[in-house]
């Protein structure tokens, strides 16, 4: 089940937007896992990246219990050369992988995270951030919440002139992260916003068949095809080559969620978040400017 807003207000509805409107300015995504990006917004990040954004792909784990082998290594490697892919396939310019122990955060310093997550803020200017909701519903999994948690003081923290100096020294300047879309992870997250991605559906199903060593898409169409031939069975969906049919696989179930929530909006594909913008961030400052410009009178 997904749920909208609790506090009752309206969804708002992001539409595609004409030309570059957001031309010089940056958006960082923070995944914890090699498939949080491609499952909760492949979509909306290739969007304002076609709309003008830069963009940065942020890991935090190092994603060593997520792969088919029981080798830590190879699967950190595997996990690794996949989120570079996913890099290439949806246009971010640069990734970093903080190397955190997939599973373990919670027993990770949290001020080390969020130290750098500011510096890296700072540093590249991030304007937007694309991450977990830090207070949603039901979050089992601790390398979830600890990146969100992180994530969200570090967008205040790094507008502040007294946190780290140390920066400053190097060149850097403070800078506030204006707008933040926290996705959903778990049935019950309110939302209250939802992202008109359905001319970017291919590419998010490209982007989750590149996560082929922890799915839940990936190579798991052709996979099936190739059981059920073994049982001499066979899903017309699937037919045509490997890649038709993970695709096809991809579009039927992993995205089938999003399929549902443009539907109930009138969209072929979206994809919901709980959006703060730079009002809710920086506060609503409209009610001073109107008293001013209403009551204001010259000194003289």
Request: with cysteine; hydrophobic share 40%.
């Amino acid at each position: 089940m997904i749920m909208p807003d609790d506090a009752g207000k309206p969804v708002f509805i992001e539409r595609p937007a004409e030309g570059q409107p957001h031309a010089g300015k940056v958006l960082a995504a923070i995944q914890a896992h090699a498939d949080d990006v491609p499952l909760f917004c492949a979509g909306t990040v290739a969007k304002l990246l076609r709309e003008g954004y830069t963009g940065y792909l942020i890991q935090t784990t190092n994603d060593e219990k997520c792969g088919p082998t029981p080798s830590l290594g190879e699967t950190i490697l595997a996990n690794e050369r996949e989120v570079r892919e996913l890099a290439q396939v949806l246009g971010f310019k640069e990734v970093f992988f903080l190397g955190y122990r997939n599973h373990f955060m919670d027993g990770d310093s949290p001020l080390e995270l969020r130290a750098r997550l500011i510096f890296l803020f700072r540093l590249l200017k991030v304007d937007t951030v694309l991450t977990f909701n830090p207070w949603g519903h039901y979050e089992e999994n601790p390398d979830h919440w600890v990146t969100a948690r992180a994530v969200e003081a570090a967008c205040w923290m790094a507008a502040m002139d007294k946190d780290y100096p140390e920066h400053f020294a190097a060149g850097l300047q403070p800078h506030g992260v204006r707008e933040r879309y926290y996705w959903l992870t778990r049935p019950g997250q309110p939302f209250n916003r939802v992202v008109d991605i359905s001319a970017e559906a291919e590419l998010k199903v490209t982007a989750i068949r590149v996560n082929k060593t922890q799915g839940p898409g990936g190579a798991t169409g052709s996979r099936l095809k190739a059981e059920l031939a073994a049982r001499n069975l066979r899903l017309p969906e699937l037919d045509g080559d490997d890649e038709a049919a993970d695709r096809a696989y991809i579009k039927l179930f992993v995205i089938k969620a999003n399929r549902e929530l443009g539907r109930i909006y009138g969209l072929e594909y979206a994809e919901p978040f709980y959006y703060l913008g730079p009002k809710d961030v920086f506060g609503d400052t409209s009610e001073v400017d109107e008293y001013i410009a209403r009551y204001a009178v010259p000194l003289r």
